[in-house]
């Protein structure tokens, strides 16, 4: 007997045992919630593994580029060739005697005649052929790159583009190719400078230099009016995915040799996690270095970025929500920064990015020409050749100073320099070196920066050369 029935006590008719059908239910639920917990966890395990897999493989990627962007010197802006009592007398200079070691003859004595078409080259390259103030030094180009410089100067046209397809052949750097492709412009052959640019794509996996309509020569003596260009750059258009390691590449290619450049996003027409992140890293990198950018069609991207994303879900990465946030950051729009920076902390739990404004000048399409035109203003147009007396143009060019450090001269439709002329205008302009100014050679053909290497000149100026 119980010691429940001793003191006489009942089951309480108010307790009902449940039934073998509420009870199989409550088990039920009970299964279907631990169903629903395993199937949560499987997900953020799943999720989880796809974020390493793509971070994996953004690192994979990123491995096979540079690790840093480097960012090109600075011009010291030193272009004096010494103090005045350093400056060369032209009156008792002298020159290296090749017949024999160590002699030197006197620079009156050195002839300015330059050779008739069709004489040797070979002479052409001797001491004897130093015309005016301005020695003939020895370049540290390549023995072709000096041949071709001097035969262009020297008019000998045809000569050229047989030794420099010859040079390309043998596998020639970049200046023989630019060297050819200014050839070609400079003479009209558009034909041959299309199908040299296919065969340029071709080789080098980048865009070639683009065929000039119209001529290249603005009109002596003038205000060089507004070129759009000169700013290296590359485009995206399409997916931004991973295919788009060579075009980043070519932009770590371009920081190496300008401040400034360019990136254009208005044919981006989808987003991809894993290009998301491969630019941001990019961007990332060039902030980092000190580069300037202009950018093209960020706003239209931070756009498409975001209608890829949803508040709350996590996608196997960050990547598309933060160079959605470095985007407008760099565009400077701090209120849409804040905005989605609160939908980046609900969708991930973890503290936004701060908000900084640009480091670096970082600019938009409309804002550059407007900066563009404004520099562009203050350029000399330089003539498309620069031969026999310099006299005027130097005295142009010494009023156009007057106001201006540095000098630039618009070499954009400059196509050739007598050897003679060149030596007299960079002997006219040696004063303006002596006073403090800085002159600046912008956007010159290959031949041109050549010869200056030839003539001993290249160190005295600034050179802004063109980019492919």
Request: hydrophobic content about 40%; proline content about 6%.
């Amino acid at each position: 007997m119980g010691i429940f029935s001793i003191f006489g006590k009942k089951d309480d008719p108010s307790v009902r045992k449940p039934s073998a059908r509420e009870t199989q239910k409550s088990q039920g639920s009970s299964a279907l919630k631990a169903d629903t917990r395993a199937q949560t966890d499987q997900s953020q395990v799943k999720n989880k593994a796809a974020r390493v897999a793509t971070a994996m493989k953004i690192d994979e990627i990123e491995s096979e580029m540079s690790s840093e962007f480097v960012k090109p010197l600075p011009f010291s802006g030193n272009t004096m060739p010494g103090p005045s009592t350093q400056l060369p007398d032209t009156a008792t200079r002298t020159v290296p005697d090749a017949r024999s070691a160590g002699n030197t003859v006197p620079l009156e004595r050195v002839t300015t005649k330059l050779p008739e078409m069709g004489e040797s080259t070979a002479f052409l390259l001797s001491e004897e052929t130093i015309p005016g103030p301005v020695a003939l030094s020895s370049s540290e180009a390549a023995p072709v790159i000096e041949e071709a410089a001097i035969l262009v100067a020297n008019g000998q046209m045809k000569l050229v583009e047989p030794i420099l397809v010859h040079a390309i052949a043998e596998e020639a750097p970049l200046t023989v190719w630019g060297m050819l492709f200014d050839l070609y412009q400079i003479t009209g052959q558009r034909t041959a400078f299309e199908n040299l640019s296919i065969q340029y794509a071709h080789k080098f996996e980048m865009s070639p230099p683009a065929w000039t309509e119209g001529g290249m020569a603005p009109i002596s003596g003038k205000e060089a009016a507004p070129r759009a260009g000169g700013t290296p750059g590359v485009a995206f258009s399409g997916k931004l995915d991973a295919s788009i390691v060579k075009q980043l590449e070519r932009i770590k290619n371009m920081a190496e040799m300008s401040n400034v450049l360019k990136l254009e996003f208005a044919r981006v027409t989808q987003v991809d996690p894993i290009g998301c992140g491969l630019l941001l890293s990019v961007l990332k990198k060039l902030q980092k270095s000190g580069h300037n950018l202009i950018l093209v069609g960020a706003a239209e991207l931070a756009e498409k970025i975001h209608s890829i994303l949803m508040v709350g879900r996590r996608d196997e990465t960050e990547a598309p929500w933060l160079l959605m946030l470095e985007l407008l950051r760099l565009l400077n729009r701090e209120t849409e920064f804040e905005e989605r920076s609160i939908d980046y902390c609900v969708t991930f739990e973890v503290s936004p990015p701060a908000f900084v404004s640009p480091q670096d000048k970082v600019t938009t399409e409309a804002e550059e020409s407007a900066a563009q035109d404004e520099q562009e203003a203050g350029r000399f147009a330089m003539p498309s050749v620069v031969e026999g007396a310099t006299a005027t143009l130097v005295q142009q060019i010494t009023r156009h100073a007057q106001a201006r450090n540095p000098v630039v001269l618009d070499c954009t439709g400059l196509t050739r320099m007598d050897f003679n002329a060149a030596s007299q205008l960079f002997g006219g302009l040696t004063p303006l070196l002596a006073g403090g100014k800085q002159i600046e050679l912008y956007h010159p053909n290959h031949f041109i920066v050549a010869l200056c290497g030839v003539m001993g000149v290249r160190d005295m100026l600034h050179i802004v050369q063109r980019k492919t």
